[in-house]
């Protein structure tokens, strides 16, 4: 159970930790120091290499948190009212990164491989709030994954 817990944590950390990075601190200094066809190239290096750690901290989170979930509550009945928050956040989350990753993404790697910068931007546009979103979500996961065992 501690290795399934510290696994969980670990890729929320990775997941949540990456978006927080991206957002607060990458996304402003690209925008400061880079042009649009390098801002641009960057963020499709950027996201190609992160998005397949969120992959993997998805399977892990998934895999985890119905293991410990079984383990610890033997099912959804047994468990607080916390575990049934934070579950739903999750698959909100993990909805959102697939509509990110499948659709304005995928979008983005063909229109900046084409040079096609403004529609690039756009994408990137779309994928900027949906990340904020996520970001959010992340955080209040979080927060109620700590908060929970304290009330």
Known sequence: MLLAKMVHILAAVVW???MFFAYMALRPAAANLLEPPQRLSLWDGVFT???VWVWISIVAIL???????MAHFGGFAGSGTY????????LVMVMLFMHVYFAPYKRLKRLVAESNFPEAGKNLNTIRKLVAINLTIGIITVVI??????I
């Not at 895999?63 to 979930?69: A, C, H, I």
């Open 49 to 51: 290499k992160f998005f």
């Open 145 to 150: 994954a700590v908060a929970a065992k304290q």
């Open 83 to 90: 575990i049934h928050i934070m579950h739903g956040l999750g």
């Open 63 to 69: 895999l985890t948190g119905y293991y410990m979930l």
């Open 16 to 18: 949540v930790g990456g």
